[in-house]
Structures are given as C-alpha cells and as structure tokens.
C-alpha cells in the first residue's frame, strides 16, 4: 500500500505538507541523487533561517 497522499487529502493538509509533497514529487521525477537532495536541503534550511532571523519581531 501506498503512503501517497492522494489529492484530495491534499486539499485540505497544511501548506507545509503541499510544499513537502511537491518537492519530493519534484526531486524524484527528477532522478535527483539522495545525497545531492539532502545537501541541497542544508544549504536552503540555513538561507532560510538566516531570513528568518533578519526579518523584525
């Protein structure tokens, strides 16, 4: 069994879980190397915390 959500779970989940699942659909239908995607993924996590931080209370 799959653990895909189907779209309409889809329509109602959080921002962050469309984003996720966009990505990854993204990376894999791109034969994008584990390795280069969890590399990739360091280097955005600290651009945007870095955003984070600089943005004012």
Do not use: G
């Amino acid at each position: 069994m799959s653990n895909v959500p189907t779209a309409s779970s889809l329509d109602n989940a959080p921002a962050e879980i469309k984003l996720a699942v966009d990505l990854i659909c993204l990376l894999e239908d791109n034969d994008i190397a584990p390795q280069t995607v969890l590399s990739a993924l360091d280097i955005v996590r600290h651009d945007f915390e870095k955003k984070l931080q600089s943005q004012p209370l």
